[in-house]
Every structure is written in C-alpha cells, then in structure tokens.
Nanobody
Framework: VQLVESGGGLVQAGGSLRLSCAASGSIFSISVMGWYRQAPGKQRESVAT???????YYADSVKGRFTISRDNAKNTVYLQMNSLKPEDTAVYYC???????????????WGQGTQVTVSS
C-alpha cells in the first residue's frame, strides 16, 4: 500500500492549507486513517484520526482549527487546517491501517511526509 500526500507549503499565520493523502495498491479494507506531525527536535505526534464510519479524534492543540475528513470511495483522507499558527510548522505524515485481503491482518502504512511551514 502506498500513501501519497499533497498540499503542504508555506503560509502566513492565520492562513489555511488543505492536505490530501491518497492510498493506492492492494487494498481490501481501510479502517483508521490519520495525520501525524513531527517538528524539528520533537517526537512525532498524532494530529487527527478518522475511522471508516467517521468517528474522529483531534489533538487538543488543533481542536476547533483543523478538520479531518475522508472519501472512502477514493481511499483518500483530508486535513483542512485553518487559523494556522507558527507552532503548527512540521512535517505532516499520513497514516492508514489497511488489509490487502479479507483474512489479512491490519497493516500500518505511512506516507513520505509533506512540509507545512507557518510564518509569523
């Protein structure tokens, strides 16, 4: 399974960006999809996740500003980021839990990451 992210870039504080992540390859089912981020010198942290039926989780630091959504028909997850702050600057990674066939176990896949930089 391959995850390809897009939509990162440079934005001023208060601005918005929308990240997309498309999963491709041998996919029978996808359960949880999510976004994580890693700032320089810090550990990777969970930003937001969404289940196949739409249950969502958000880190406290992004609640009310970020919105996660997914299109199951396209195997794609999105992250709408509004009111961006300099502390949101990080490499953002897409994650998905997938099965390649009915009896498979759940596999964890990661994208290559996309840089988000918020200037003050």
């Amino acid at each position: 399974v391959q995850l390809v992210e897009s939509g990162g870039g440079l934005v001023q504080a208060g601005g918005s960006l929308r990240l997309s992540c498309a999963a491709s390859g041998s996919i029978f089912s996808i359960s949880v999809m999510g976004w994580y981020r890693q700032a320089p010198g810090k550990q990777r942290e969970s930003v937001a996740t969404i289940t196949d039926v739409g249950y969502t989780y958000y880190a406290d630091s992004v609640k009310g500003r970020f919105t996660i959504s997914r299109d199951n028909a396209k195997n794609t997850v999105y992250l709408q980021m509004n009111s961006l702050k300099p502390e949101d600057t990080a490499v953002y990674y897409c994650n998905a839990n997938t099965k390649e066939y009915r009896g498979d176990y759940w596999r964890d896949s990661w994208g290559q990451g996309t840089q988000v930089t918020v200037s003050s």
